[in-house]
T-cell receptor, first 116, second 115 residues
Framework: NAGVTQTPKFRILKIGQSMTLQCTQDMNHNYMYWYRQDPGMGLKLIYYSVGAGITDKGEVPNGYNVSRSTTEDFPLRLELAAPSQTSVYFC???????????????FGSGTQLSVL | AQKITQTQPGMFVQEKEAVTLDCTYDTSDPSYGLFWYKQPSSGEMIFLIYQGSYDQQNATEGRYSLNFQKARKSANLVISASQLGDSAMYFCAMTPWGYGQNFVFGPGTRLSVLP
């Protein structure tokens, strides 16, 4: 089973460039999330989606945009990259947010992004 | 708003011994789930164990157990018989039931298992 697939695994951007991090899940999960993990830190929520066509901001949304046109895909767009966006980005999904025991997050393998 | 505190930035344990990783949380929600994830040096996030706020018994999964003390708002992870492969970052996390978007993670504890 593929689970949650993120691409690319590594990327170096110059300041001011833009890029899209791709995320696809094949588990038919309704909920999808983007987190960033700065060195030595925990995960902070950037954006999340509760279903196709529905997205909302998390704790640190500035400088990012998302879209959710299908259940499977949840791309993260970085516009005008800045050094502060150097981080590891994780996409995650979950079956639901209400059913007890089903809130477990399934993570992608991460994207290491450096903005120089 | 929820908050997770992990007060041990780093821990050392001898191989085959047990170790407890601390986690305290703060929430006003009456129903919530608590989770522990492991992140080895390769970077992936691995789910270890889940505890629901209404569970009467502490959760166990193989060598992992969760010492849940609701009144103290603590959810410590106990790893028995540590193995070298247990060396990793460990994150405590929580979410209120019905609000998956509020999945909050702690800063993590780096565990090093010594041979």
């Amino acid at each position: 089973n593929a689970g949650v697939t993120q691409t690319p695994k590594f990327r170096i951007l110059k300041i001011g460039q833009s890029m899209t991090l791709q995320c696809t899940q094949d588990m038919n999960h309704n909920y999808m999330y983007w987190y960033r993990q700065d060195p030595g830190m925990g995960l902070k929520l950037i954006y999340y989606s509760v279903g196709a066509g529905i997205t909302d901001k998390g704790e640190v949304p500035n400088g990012y945009n998302v879209s959710r046109s299908t259940t499977e895909d949840f791309p993260l767009r970085l516009e005008l990259a800045a050094p502060s966006q150097t981080s590891v980005y994780f996409c995650a999904s979950s079956y639901s947010a209400g059913a007890r025991g089903n809130e477990k997050l399934f993570f992608g393998s991460g994207t290491q992004l450096s903005v120089l | 708003a929820q908050k997770i505190t992990q007060t041990q930035p780093g821990m050392f344990v001898q191989e085959k011994e047990a170790v407890t990783l601390d986690c305290t949380y703060d929430t006003s929600d009456p129903s919530y789930g608590l989770f522990w994830y492991k992140q080895p040096s390769s970077g992936e996030m691995i789910f270890l164990i889940y505890q629901g706020s209404y569970d009467q018994q502490n959760a166990t999964e193989g060598r992992y157990s969760l010492n849940f003390q609701k009144a103290r708002k603590s959810a410590n992870l106990v790893i028995s018989a540590s193995q070298l492969g247990d060396s990793a970052m460990y994150f405590c996390a929580m979410t209120p039931w019905g609000y998956g978007q509020n999945f909050v993670f702690g800063p993590g504890t780096r565990l090093s298992v010594l041979p």
